[in-house]
């Protein structure tokens, strides 16, 4: 059922999306603004979200046998110039350091917008034979990137991610690694996030500058409009070219070895936002929320109530679960607004009654539902709740990106989709750049991606009648 609107400093999402998704941000204090545009302050509440994704992701990744490693801030400008797309793609959005205390700088130094040539430097001074191969690295870190439009979590001018950067001997198995890391993010979006994703093949016009290929997730949002919400990359041998990275193989041959790089930001926080929230707030998937579960004492001033409360927290806690106890001295009716608005996943309401019944009350943030529960079942039934809780979550977000994705045969189906009903377009495309800007310029879409499970739409492009090679999905994008 839908979620009765209870805290009124925030907007409704249907009379504006944007200043709901700004209110949820404030309101909830994930995010503080500095005295730099674009320079934002993640609060304890919107970072542990991050920690929380930052945990799971750096566990996926050693499992993987990769290793976490951390490389300069600053590149300077002849080390940027050397792989000629790659610079070209970044220099709009490079911001540049120039003198040193009170002394200018020989050379300027670019504030890392990504470090694909730091490590491609490193590189070419470590590796030397295919026993130093393959190289596995990631790195947490922030990057800055001089965005002329910014918004919290979604485009930051400084922003916090993780980047993935490796070497192997063949291409093959690049483009293995490249395939690999795009399903842990994929598997991350839907498994920790619950949000359902598109996968695949960026156009070479979308795709990351430097790269032979890019893959991509892609995330459809309540107001219908994608998420880019994870990269991976596959650069073949150019960087390696570039910066002269060569080792002696088997055969004693020297070779050039292939790369990859790939990457998950602090934008997947809003993407949580945008996908599961409602006019209360936020709506937490309970595997990253910072607190799973609020315990909220009703009558709290009758003996024994809290007591018993501290007593359920403690055995929550023990089962490894994010529990808070709230014993503040506001009303229940004001906690159950506050927590909802901050999307605590599970809340458990205990009075005199309850404990008396060998009870308490359990209430889904996402959809209100109340359910009671024994108290000498309380740690079989609450993670099996918050299981339940995941499943609701995704299911609801499925079903968003199912609904909104629609197939188009002409120009005029897409055109009219678009005005009429929003979210994802498929279409048969002939593989041209000037099909692609057309869509852009005539339907107000970019492409979002070309899905790895090809589907038949039509034979011919919808732009140019010529013979179709892909299927894409086409969206308007944050």
Known sequence: MAAQKNVEQITSMDTDFAQ???????????????????????????????????????????????????????????????????????????????????????????????????????????????????????????????????????????????????????????????????????????????????????????????????????CMMHDKKALQAATSHYFGDGFARAFDITFT????????????????????????????????????????????????????????????????LKRLKKLGLRVKLDDSDNSPGWKFAEHEMRGVPLRIELGPRDIEAGKCVAVRRPDGEKIEVALDELEARVPAILDDIHGIMFAKAKKNLDENTRNAVTLDDAKRIIVEHGGFIKTAWCGDEACELAMKNDVGVSSRCIPFGQEHIADVCLVCGKPAKHTVVWGVAY
């Open 249 to 312: 193989d088997k055969n004693n041959q020297l070779q050039h070895p292939f790369q990859t790089s790939w990457g998950f930001t602090t934008r997947s926080i809003g993407g949580i936002i945008m996908t599961h929230g409602d006019d209360n707030g936020l709506v937490m998937p309970p595997r990253v929320a910072p607190v799973q579960v609020v315990i909220i004492p009703v009558a709290a001033h009758k003996p024994g109530v809290l007591d018993k409360a501290d007593e359920l």
């Open 20 to 218: 709901w998704y700004t209110d949820v941000v404030t309101r909830a204090e994930l995010i503080g603004y500095s005295g730099v545009k674009g320079f934002f302050i993640l609060r304890p509440y919107g970072f542990a979200i991050w920690e929380n994704i930052q945990a799971e992701l750096d566990r996926r990744f050693k499992e993987l046998e990769h290793e976490n490693v951390s490389m300069p801030l600053l590149i300077p400008e002849s080390l940027l110039q050397k792989e000629k797309d790659h610079v070209e793609g970044f220099a709009p959005e490079c911001a540049w350091v120039t003198f040193g205390g009170a002394e200018e700088l020989e050379e300027r130094l670019c504030i890392r917008p990504t470090s694909e040539t730091l490590f491609c430097d490193h590189w070419a001074q470590t590796v030397r034979s295919w026993r130093d191969l393959p190289k596995l690295y990631n790195q947490w870190c922030s990057v800055l990137r001089w965005e002329k439009t910014t918004r919290p979590f979604l485009r930051h001018r400084e922003f916090l991610w993780q980047e993935g950067h490796t070497l192997h001997a063949t291409a093959a198995e690049a483009i293995a690694e490249t395939e690999q890391m795009l399903k842990v993010y994929a598997e991350t979006y839907e498994n920790l996030l619950a949000m359902p994703a598109v996968v695949g093949a960026k156009t070479d016009k979308e795709k990351f500058a430097g790269a032979e290929r890019t893959y991509t997730v892609e």
